[in-house]
């Protein structure tokens, strides 16, 4: 008999169905198939291969609050509440054929909810999914996880508290942190890499004043959610993780375009640079060799800007780039490439990411900035009379504990020193990495022994400030002299970073540690860590999914008015 476990370890499954599959003897033996082996590229007709830079740039549409006010008739406590339905759509990802995805409100990427710093939002997140998944033969349960966010426990996306088709789950995010683009997502258990594969990701930037004062917004703050994928003769999506090591698509995608051009205008420009790929990394660059200017990170602005020819940036990493446009002339086109890391598989064009294309200016450009800025200046620790501590001006000396954290393979799975989260369950969800308590300032080392392949880890809950590399002569990359939650550990790496367990008003809880290589994740590196005591805030019986009574067209969706086509 195929066990559950087994199928997921097989890996092709979405692209070729149950039938013909023989279990292997043990967990550790993967099932034989009578069926050819699962796909490394797609398997697309000429005619339905995307070609670079022919489709047109498109921004994720904009989410409007169904309901806006006041806790209590306060003003100085607003709220937003929205609405998301977790259901399948149909997107042209390639000439000429439909592709089904697994979207919130039904697209890829899903909605972009823009929050203010200091109105907190709820998210009504209905699973409308069919029973079984697009790509694996469970269920089709959710968890909702709003990365960078520091939300209570039960409202962070705990891979065990899922929510089941026809169930509802009300998410509640506080919204006190600077301003960042987080982006939610998908978190369940062994199915993370299908999941968000299939289509559950969306954007969801966090602005306050200092942001709003030093760079560009409106039409020139632009979300770049990079993706990649592979599909079958019908268009329908391909699935391979190689025996649990990753999955790389032959197609790029820039907010679900392969290999868009995007007209702009002769302006600077702000691009929020997300990876949304499930193992893929990349290393940006332009074409022409001009610099691209770092103005944030994972967490939050860059204290000095820093001019980058390039980055490496894995799955879950964020970065907001300003690309100054002025000095092209009109007509002129500039590439954003991907030079590649290393254990990275790679096609004929994967080495392209999308293209720019200079238009004649029009309109007043609102929202642009005259100026490349040198320095940027935040607002500092939102909890401060709390105790809390803005992350940049951490120094070891704060530390009251020291960790490490060891990336290993162990046994056919991927462990965080030698832990995994099957591990966690079995101990009736007790088992911790670390116990530090509320606004405790850790030094954490991460370690990555292997040449053999990189992993970006993120830890829920904090910023952190890295301090040293094994690399790089000791010293932070570039791209990481800001805030960051998630720590690319590649091959034979170290990183040494400084946190602060700022809970705001909470009293804390568990939280996850894992590897974004969602295919590491599911199978199994994932540990947990908890702020206070372990019992407080459980993620899963505190506010638990319910079944969902509303009628089907409650809560329609209304966007913000779009920009043009193209911008």
């Not at 929050?115 to 968890?143: K, S």
């Not at 679900?256 to 990349?282: C, D, H």
């Not at 506010?543 to 911008?567: E, K, L, N, Q």
Request: with cysteine.
């Amino acid at each position: 008999m195929t066990t559950r476990r087994e199928i997921l370890k097989f890996g092709a499954v979405g692209a070729f169905g149950l039938a013909g599959m023989k279990g292997g003897s043990d967990d550790n033996t993967p099932p034989t198939s009578t069926l050819p082996p699962p796909p490394t590229s797609s398997l697309l007709a000429p005619q339905n291969m995307p070609v670079p830079y022919a489709g047109v740039f498109r921004r994720p549409p904009e989410l409007l609050p169904f309901e806006t006010g006041f806790d209590d008739g306060d003003p100085a406590r607003p709220y937003a509440r929205y609405a998301l339905t977790q259901k399948l759509g149909q997107a042209q990802f390639v000439p000429g054929l439909s592709t089904t995805v697994a979207g919130y409100n039904g697209i890829f990427p899903g909605p972009t909810i823009r929050a203010t710093q200091g109105t907190r939002v709820e998210v009504r997140m209905r699973n409308a999914l069919p029973a079984t998944g697009l790509l694996t033969p469970d269920g089709f349960n959710t968890v909702t996880h709003l990365h960078g966010s520091a939300s209570l426990p039960q409202y962070d996306g705990y891979a065990n508290d899922f929510t089941v088709p026809g169930n509802v789950k009300n998410y509640k995010y506080p919204n006190w942190q600077t301003a960042r683009t987080l982006w939610y997502h998908d978190h369940k258990h062994h199915i993370t890499a299908q999941n968000v594969y299939s289509g559950l990701a969306g954007f969801y930037p966090l602005s306050d004043q200092y942001e709003r004062a030093q760079l560009p917004q409106g039409e020139f703050d632009v979300p770049l959610m990079i993706s990649d994928a592979m599909f079958n003769a019908d268009g329908s999506l391909a699935y391979n993780d190689n025996a649990h090591k990753g999955l790389w698509g032959d197609i790029i995608m820039v907010n679900g375009v392969p290999w868009p051009t995007m007209e702009v205008k002769p302006k600077i420009y702000r691009f929020r640079v997300l990876i949304a790929s499930i193992s893929r990394s990349y290393r940006p660059a332009l074409s022409t060799g001009e610099p691209v200017y770092l103005v944030g990170t994972d967490a939050g602005m860059v204290p000095k800007v820093q001019a980058l020819k390039s980055w490496r940036q894995g799955t879950a990493e964020r970065y907001e780039i300003l690309i100054d446009f002025r000095r092209y002339r009109t007509g002129q086109t500039i590439e954003l490439l991907n030079l590649g890391n290393k254990n990275n598989v790679n096609f004929a064009n994967t080495g392209k990411i999308m293209r720019f294309k200079v238009v004649a200016d029009s309109g007043s450009g609102t929202g642009s900035i005259s100026a490349i800025p040198t320095t940027l200046q935040d607002g500092g620790a939102p909890n401060a009379s709390r105790g809390g501590i803005a992350t940049m001006t951490l120094t070891p000396e704060m530390a009251v504990a020291k960790r490490n954290l060891q990336l290993l393979r162990a046994n056919g799975e991927w462990t965080i020193n030698g832990v995994t989260w099957t591990d966690v369950e079995k101990s009736g969800f007790s088992k911790l990495f670390g116990n530090p308590q509320p606004f405790d300032v850790e030094q954490w080392t991460i370690t990555n022994a292997s040449g053999g392949w990189f992993h970006p880890l993120h830890i829920h809950l904090v910023d952190a400030k890295v301090i040293a590399r094994n690399t790089n002569g000791g010293k932070p990359f570039l791209w990481e002299t800001g805030p960051k939650d998630v720590f690319y550990a590649g091959e034979n790496e170290s990183i040494t970073a400084l946190m602060q367990f700022d809970v705001g008003a909470a009293q804390g809880g568990r939280y996850m540690i894992h590897c974004h290589n969602l295919v590491h994740e599911d199978h199994d590196m994932m540990v947990q860590f908890s702020v206070g005591d372990w019992r407080t805030n459980d993620p899963v019986s505190t506010d638990p999914p319910v079944r969902d009574t509303s009628p089907a067209d409650s809560f329609p969706p209304v966007y913000r008015p779009g920009f043009p086509p193209g911008t």
